[in-house]
């Protein structure tokens, strides 16, 4: 696509609920990133694929924290037993490559609100 | 530790002034090295980067951005603010060699453009 599109744009949950989060990067590129940013904060890793292997994952957060990329292109990143610290704008970016030489493009994000 | 640093968390200029935002990092070797503008409720947007060769780079929109090594600082740039750039702006580095997920950003500068 011409874009990294995300949806849904905003998901409120209540706290205990599982969600998750979609991220269609853009076609062909080989690396896919997961950012959690909060409020008034720069965009914080979380995990990293290049192809469906999840070759990072040191920046998630929490064992209720899980993504994939089964084949290699829409990611899913998914939240179980969600918490209020939970709540912020989950980010998506994809690379062309997977050499930090390239810049990444980023989606405009889901904001999770957890009551 | 390795780091971003934007020392400054809000800006303030009237239209048609000049701009600087400050970025400073800290890391054993030069860093590639990215200007990102969020607007609010969008994702990142990529405003000119920096690998290697002219310290003296020109992005979109009119900005630009000087690599000091000296001072390890990656200032951005631009000669007369329009109402339209008022938006948060993040320095971002990754690591050189590198393959993968180490890209890190700073806290963010948030510009407001006054008439």
């Known amino acids: 696509g011409a874009g990294v599109s995300q949806s849904p744009r905003y998901k409120v949950a209540k706290r205990g609920q599982d969600v998750a989060l979609r991220c269609d990067p853009i076609?062909?590129?080989?690396?896919l990133f997961w950012y959690q940013q909060a409020l008034g904060q720069g965009p914080e890793f979380l995990t990293y694929?290049?192809?469906?292997?999840?070759?990072?994952k040191s920046g998630l957060p929490s064992d209720r924290f899980f993504a994939e990329r089964p084949e290699g292109s829409v990611s899913t990143l998914k939240i179980q037993r969600t918490q209020q610290e939970d709540s912020a704008v989950y980010l998506c970016?994809?690379?062309?490559?997977?050499?930090?030489?390239?810049?990444?493009?980023f989606g405009d994000g889901t904001r999770l609100s957890i009551l | 530790a390795q780091s971003v640093t934007q020392p400054d968390i809000h800006i303030t200029v009237s239209e048609g002034a000049s701009l600087e935002l400050r970025c400073n990092y800290s890391?054993?070797?030069?860093?590639?090295l990215f200007w990102y503008v969020q607007s609010p409720g969008q994702g990142l947007q990529l405003l000119l980067k920096?690998?290697?060769?002219?310290?003296l780079v020109q992005g979109i929109k009119g900005f630009e951005a000087e690599f000091k090594r000296s001072q390890s600082s990656f200032n951005l740039r631009k000669p007369s603010v329009h109402w339209s750039d008022a938006a948060e702006y993040f320095c971002?580095?990754?690591?050189?060699?590198?393959?993968?997920?180490?890209?890190?950003f700073g806290t963010g500068t948030s510009l407001t453009v006054i008439p």
């Open positions: 970016a994809s690379r062309a490559t997977g050499v930090s030489d390239q810049p990444q493009h």
């Open positions: 076609s062909g590129h080989v690396s």
């Open positions: 694929f290049q192809n469906e292997a999840q070759l990072d």
């Open positions: 890391y054993g070797a030069t860093p590639y």
């Open positions: 920096y690998f290697s060769g002219d310290t």
């Open positions: 971002a580095v990754a690591l050189q060699p590198n393959t993968g997920n180490q890209f890190y």
